[in-house]
């Protein structure tokens, strides 16, 4: 593999994405908002650009995670974006959780300068990311993504091909609408299972015997009944992918109802100043009202 490689936004879950492509003796640029959080990339040989331009001009294939729409936007149409520095024939992967729409608008702005975009969202925590086992849904041109593909390999456990970027953009944001379900569910359980005096740990280990069962539940349920809130996946994210998973379902003409309840549960436990938790903080709604 000798691509020259980038990689921009170094969050929470691009971080570790970015250090496994590194140690795979990459010839490696990154940039981020906030310089610090490359700090430990650069002390490893990665070398820092002070733009996603700069990145772009540097790079054969550029990497993109970041936290929503408008910040892909500015990443990539920005006066400094990666549009700006991307030469022909290089290819921009972003495997952000964003829009059909926000994809939409970039393949079009990319498609008549003869570079390529594919849209490769990841499912996942910041476990998979670190230790590669992420599951990626990969959008876009296919020779593109041949020669993608190597360095995909180096983050997934395996990945699904799409045709078309928005593709992918859609079906990550179908199973994110499994993971807030699921943990709303999780949340109206326990705190059930608090108020009625039935111990939460034996309800996880009566589901940990059934057919209910999910990894999740068992995490997740664990966590909350610690008290542990250490964001995986901050409460604000969530909100925002249910708000594109919404959006989204209304351009397609297909209701979420149950979604739109979460979304109500999100925001109640944004107001009440928990979106820099993780997201499971949302059952501390429940548990206060029944308080």
């Not at 959780?97 to 393949?107: A, C, F, G, M």
């Not at 100043?273 to 993780?278: A, I, R, S, Y």
Request: aromatic share 6%; net charge negative.
């Amino acid at each position: 593999m000798t691509h020259r490689i980038g990689f921009i936004g170094l969050g929470m879950m691009g971080g570790p994405m970015a250090k496994r492509l590194l140690h795979a003796g990459l010839r490696f640029s990154v940039h981020n908002r906030t310089k610090s959080k490359a700090e430990p990339l650069i002390a490893e040989g990665a070398h820092w650009c002070d733009s996603p331009q700069a990145v772009a001009a540097n790079s054969d294939i550029v990497f993109s995670m970041v936290s929503n729409p408008d910040a892909l936007r500015d990443v990539v149409l920005g006066s400094a974006g990666v549009l700006a520095g991307l030469k022909p024939g290089a290819i921009h992967i972003d495997t952000s959780t964003v829009s059909p729409e926000v994809i939409h608008d970039i393949l079009e702005a990319y498609s008549p300068r003869g570079s390529s975009l594919l849209h490769a969202p990841v499912l996942g925590s910041v476990p998979q990311a670190t230790d590669g086992t992420l599951l990626m849904f990969a959008g876009g041109d296919d020779a593109a993504f041949q020669i993608a593909e190597p360095y995909l390999r180096l983050l997934t456990s395996r990945i699904w091909r799409f045709e078309r970027p928005e593709q992918a953009t859609h079906l990550k944001l179908i199973c994110n609408l499994f993971i807030a379900g699921m943990i709303a569910t999780l949340g109206e359980a326990l705190a059930f299972a608090r108020n009625a005096d039935v111990d939460q740990s034996t309800l996880l280990e009566i589901i940990g015997k059934s057919q209910l069962n999910s990894p999740m539940y068992q995490t997740k349920g664990a966590s909350i009944i610690q008290d542990n809130f250490a964001p995986r996946f901050f409460l604000d994210h969530m909100l925002k992918d249910v708000n594109l998973m919404i959006e989204a379902g209304r351009s397609l003409q297909t209701p979420l109802p149950t979604i739109e309840l979460v979304q109500q549960m999100l925001v109640e436990a944004q107001r009440s100043g928990l979106g820099h938790e993780d997201y499971s903080a949302v059952v501390k709604v429940l548990f206060k009202k029944g308080n």
